[in-house]
């Protein structure tokens, strides 16, 4: 079965999962869209207004903000795959809270698992999280991690660009390394990670993944 078969058979599944918590009327599954075989995948935290209207990822204002960025690195968007944790849009755009994180998990895993791409852009805190659970945008945007063959490199949400100059500015610069980055892909991902940090905190000892340098 092609890549994109594998995709649409995931997508099938979400539409007849009854057991989805954010399944509600008028709301619609919003998949991952774009190349089955991207090199490079973007991923959100959950779908929009307009995202919930159109069927689409980051079609709203976060997405055209997101076109200009692959614009400025001339990466088309039909070349990249882009998809949220969270396919269904939460009442009123509010966090999505962790059961629901869960409940959609799996399915983003067996997309990854299918495209397995050389870079995940992670766009804000949610989907940063689900790879790096300990790691803090602000401080930690802009770092390459490693995970198996796929490199994970932070980025700041679109959404959180449009709110704040000084965010736009570090999203940018950011961006602007995706190409350099997927060129040293090859010598990156045979880095020898470094030891994870080991953190006290009041709920007990954390393992902290380290950025590769
Ligand atoms: N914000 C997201 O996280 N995802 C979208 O698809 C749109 C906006």
Redesign the pocket.
Same mark, same amino acid.
């Given at each position: 079965m092609s890549k994109a078969a594998e995709l649409e058979k995931i997508k099938a599944e979400m539409e007849t999962n009854a057991s989805l918590p954010l399944r509600a009327e008028g709301i619609n599954l919003?998949f991952g869209v774009g190349s089955a075989e991207a090199e490079l995948v973007f991923i959100?935290? !959950?779908?929009?207004f307009?995202?919930n209207k159109h069927m689409e990822?980051?079609?709203?204002r !976060?997405?055209q903000l997101l076109n200009k960025l692959l614009e400025r690195v001339k990466i088309p968007r039909a070349q990249v795959y882009?998809t949220?944790i969270v396919k269904h849009r939460p009442p009123g755009n509010r966090d999505p809270e962790p059961d629901e994180l869960s409940a959609y998990k799996p399915y983003l895993t067996r997309e990854l698992h299918i495209i397995k791409p050389k870079i995940v852009a992670t766009?804000?805190r949610f989907s940063m999280n689900y790879f790096l659970p300990y790691a803090k945008i602000s401080t930690d945007h802009g770092k390459i991690y490693k995970m198996n063959q796929t490199l994970i490199y932070p980025l700041y949400?679109? !959404?959180a660009a449009l709110r704040s100059t000084t965010v736009l500015g570090e999203l940018e610069k950011d961006f602007l390394k995706i190409p350099a980055i997927l060129k040293k892909y090859d010598s990156l991902i045979t880095k020898v990670e470094r030891p994870k940090e080991i953190i006290e905190t009041k709920k007990g000892t954390i393992e902290k993944q380290q950025p590769l340098f």
């Open positions: 919003v959100g935290e !959950a779908p929009g307009h995202e990822p980051f079609v709203g !976060a997405g882009i949220n766009l804000g949400h679109p !959404a």
